[in-house]
């Protein structure tokens, strides 16, 4: 009996013994002071963007016009994020990096587009953006107001060009 008992705490403590070894192995690699992977690297800093949109003539609040951001880095589209305007016209966005540039376009049913460039310099901006119906439609075959005094203007032109390049009256030899 005596044998069984020492067999048993023999064994019981090369568990032991194995145990504390693999312990021991599993701290000292975490202490490891090289570390391997990418760094980490923080968040460049974010500016807070208010964007309301109003109607031109009314200055009445656009709800569900789709505000479009295009970030831009040196010229460059880094992709976009769309909002949509609330009841009261305006949609927020945080996440925009700051001392960049930002284009804004703005789509709403029933209005122009509106697009625009934006430096992002403080940590809080907002923009107010005033949408315009629709004009007239342009068209080549109908005249225009314009069109003709830009003729009328042309046409005094080529005519005082005309007069200039007649030679001058001289006397006729007798």
């Not at 048993?8 to 693999?22: C, E, K, T, W, Y």
């Not at 009261?88 to 587009?113: C, E, H, S, W, Y």
Request: no cysteine; net charge positive.
């Amino acid at each position: 009996m005596e044998v069984m008992v020492r067999n048993l705490q023999v064994r019981l403590g090369a568990l032991l013994a194995v145990l504390l070894l693999i312990g021991g192995i599993a701290t000292a690699g975490a202490q490891h002071t090289d570390k391997r992977g990418r760094k980490y690297k923080a968040p460049p800093p974010t500016s807070r963007l208010e964007v309301t949109v109003l109607r031109d003539t009314d200055a009445k609040p656009i709800e569900n016009a789709a505000i479009i951001f295009h970030p831009m880095l040196n010229g460059k589209d880094e992709g976009n994020m769309e909002l949509k305007s609330n009841e009261d016209g305006k949609a927020v966005i945080d996440v925009l990096p700051t001392g960049n540039m930002v284009r804004v376009q703005i789509i709403a049913k029933g209005f122009q587009t509106y697009g625009g460039d934006y430096q992002i310099d403080r940590d809080q901006m907002a923009l107010e953006v005033r949408m315009k119906r629709p004009g007239e439609q342009y068209s080549v075959y109908m005249p225009h107001a314009a069109d003709e005094k830009d003729q009328k203007a042309k046409q005094s032109k080529s005519d005082e060009k005309k007069d200039s390049d007649k030679p001058a009256d001289s006397p006729k030899p007798n």
